[in-house]
């Protein structure tokens, strides 16, 4: 049975910190709680197993420990039609009933190495004018969510101390995403595209996973296999593959990079 969630103190927060899509989900349940109609939880509650599901504009998360029935949760997702949908892995093959979605691959990057940095703290903007944020992710992102529900959001999540934004240089991008568990997600990284090949991406993130293994925490972030060299020289070591599931309906360049043939 899948029902909404009205009160958050029913919501197992530990089994959410375990692992990526639980603390996704947990992350948007400390920024807004259950109070906002854009913002949904819902439980997923079949005899003794359960897990989660959050739905917020194009993209849905399902995270379970369980090997929950799949059937309703097929039919939930198309019913609501989001652009992407996030679940944990052992639902895959489940889900392949999902007509109107493909799979796309992508790699989970976790920072490993240290060395000395060449980034001054200088040119660093750590308290950014999100209209300059939005422009640099727009060149890095044509299909950016509508100006209108990132700002909302991620003004939000700033103000309520979840989510970090960052500009280096004056032309690339970054998002500290959330801190869970001394897990950080990186991610919304992008550069202007009169910068590109300067090398101010990869110089910012591996500073920023630097500094973040100082402080005892751990970076991680997405990338599709064409990027995979990219961050490995940067410092980051690939970790786990998994897939998540888009829409074939909607033009999107990075769809057909990473999807199953």
């Known amino acids: ?12 927060k ?16 400390m920024a807004y709680g259950v109070k906002y109609d854009f913002c949904k939880f819902y439980l997923l509650e ?5 897990g989660y599901l959050f739905h917020m504009n194009s993209t849905m998360v399902v995270c379970t420990e369980d090997d929950i029935p799949t059937d309703e949760l097929c039919d939930f997702i ?23 979605y493909q799979q796309l691959r992508r790699t ?7 060395r000395q940095s060449n980034v001054s703290e200088n040119d660093i903007d750590d308290n950014p004018k999100l209209d300059d944020v939005y422009s640099i992710l727009k060149e890095g992102f044509p299909n950016l969510i509508d100006y209108g ?31 869970i568990n001394d897990t950080v997600l990186v991610g919304q990284v992008a550069t202007r595209v009169k910068a590109r090949g300067s090398g101010h991406a990869r ?11 100082k402080q005892g925490k751990t970076a991680i972030l997405f990338a599709l296999d064409i990027r995979k060299s990219f961050y490995e020289e940067i410092g980051f070591k690939a970790i786990m593959t998994e897939y998540v599931f888009e829409r074939k309906d909607i033009e999107k360049e990075s769809q057909q990079k990473g999807a199953l043939k």
């Open 46 to 50: 079949y005899d003794d197993m359960y």
């Open 149 to 179: 529900l990132w700002l909302t959001d991620t003004s939000h999540r700033v103000r309520r101390g979840i989510s970090k934004v960052y500009i280096y240089k004056r032309f690339t991008t970054a998002t500290l995403m959330y801190d």
């Open 78 to 100: 198309e019913m609501n039609m989001p652009f992407r949908v996030e679940v944990s892995q052992h639902l895959l093959s489940k889900l392949n009933k999902l007509s109107n």
């Open 203 to 213: 110089e910012f993130l591996y500073w920023i996973g630097s500094e973040l293994k």
């Open 1 to 12: 049975m899948i029902r909404i969630i009205t009160d958050e103190n029913i919501i197992d």
């Open 108 to 114: 989970m990057f976790e920072f490993s190495q240290e």
């Open 14 to 29: 530990e089994m959410l910190s375990k692992s990526y899509y639980g603390r996704k989900v947990l992350s948007y349940l």
